[in-house]
């Protein structure tokens, strides 16, 4: 797992993304926004992740040093688990 997520309901009719990329995961600001785009480009694309829901992400370390299709696969698991905790 390279993500850690905090879930919510909102009771709003959408769900919101939130992240949080601090700067002890890399000093570079292009690898956190990299993060940043893959996150928001797989909660965007996913139909998993049902309405009113708060989702916050943290990236762990290693998340770092991974190919973009491994977080990819990753954050789809990440997707199912929110969708099943409500």
């Known amino acids: ?4 997520a905090c879930v919510k309901e909102s009771g709003l009719d959408y769900s919101r993304l939130g992240l949080a990329v601090s700067k002890n995961i890399s000093k570079l600001a292009v690898v956190r926004n990299s993060l940043k ?3 928001r480009e797989s909660f965007r694309c996913t139909k998993q992740v049902s309405i009113s829901l708060d989702i916050i992400v943290l990236p762990k370390h290693k998340s770092v040093k991974v190919e973009s299709e491994e977080l990819r696969q990753d954050l789809n698991l990440l997707w199912k688990r929110c969708q099943n905790l409500q």
């Open 1 to 4: 797992m390279y993500f850690k």
């Open 37 to 39: 785009r893959h996150v």
